[in-house]
C-alpha cells in the first residue's frame, strides 16, 4: 500500500468538512494555502476527527484498488471540466478511457427496449457510459463487456457500496474487464435521490453523446439528457411510441434530440454520422483506444 499523501489527506478532510466544491478545487490547484495549512495543523476536534476520516477513507480506496483522481490530474475526464461546478476528485476504481458514448434509460423499461441497449452498447465499438441502475443501465453496461469494450459506470454511492447491491457482480466485471466505476462521493457514503441526480450530469459530461433508449416522462434518464443539451453534446432518442414508458422520449423529441431507428445498426450509423462526419469508425476506434489508469 503506497503511503498516504498529505495533499490528498487535506482535500479528503476538507470535503469531510463539507468544504465547498469552489474551495476543493482551489485546494487541488495550491491557491489557497494558507487554509491548507490551517486544515494540516489545527488541532480543533472537528479538523482532528476530519483528518483521521480522510485518512481512513484513503485506506479504504487503496484497499478497494481504487484511486483519487483530482481535476487537476490528466486522468480526470476532461469533459467533467466543462460542468458549471465539477468535483474536485472522483474516486475511480478501475482505468477510466477518456471518453465514450452515454446509453441511459428507466430502470423498468419494457423488454425491447432493454434489447435495444444491449445490442446497441455492444456494436458501439466504443466506451458506453451508464449508471449500474436496473434496466437500460445494467443492459448497456452488459452489452459493452458482451463485445469486449469497456465501460463506465458512475454511481450515485461511494465506493465501497454497491447500488443497487444485487450488480456487485456487474460492478466487479467492469473493473475486471478494462473499465470503471467512478464516483464523487467519498467512500462507503450511502445513496440518495440528490447524489443520483448528481451522477447524472457526470454520466451527461464525460460523454461525447448520450442516447436516450426508453424513459417515463420523469425518470432520471430524463436529466442526463438535460445536463447534455446544457452542455451542448449531441442527444439521440429511440424513436418509439407507446405508453408511460417512453413518454420521455417524445418529450426529449420535442426538445431536441435527434431520434434513431429501433434497428441498432441503423442507430448508430445515424450517431457516427452526426458525430464524425462520415468517418464513425476510425474515429471511435481511435477514441476507444486512448484510456488512462
Known sequence: MRPISQDELVLLAAAYLHVPGRRLRALVRGEDVPFKEWIAGESGRKLVHARHQAREALQRLAALGATLVTIEQPAYPAGLRELEDPPAFLCVRGALPVSGIAIVGSRTAPPPALQFARDLAKRCAMPVVSGLARGVDAAAHEGALEAGAPTIAYVGTGLGITYPPEHRALEDAIVARGGAVVSERLPDEPVTKTSLAHRDRLQA???????????????????TMRFAKELRRPRFVLDAQGGAEYAGNVQARADGALPVAADPSAALETIFATLFKGTPRAAAHSTRSRSTR
Do not use: F
Open 205 to 223: 459530461a464525460h460523454a461525447i453523446a448520450t442516447v436516450l433508449v426508453a424513459s417515463e416522462i420523469d425518470g432520471g434518464a430524463m436529466q
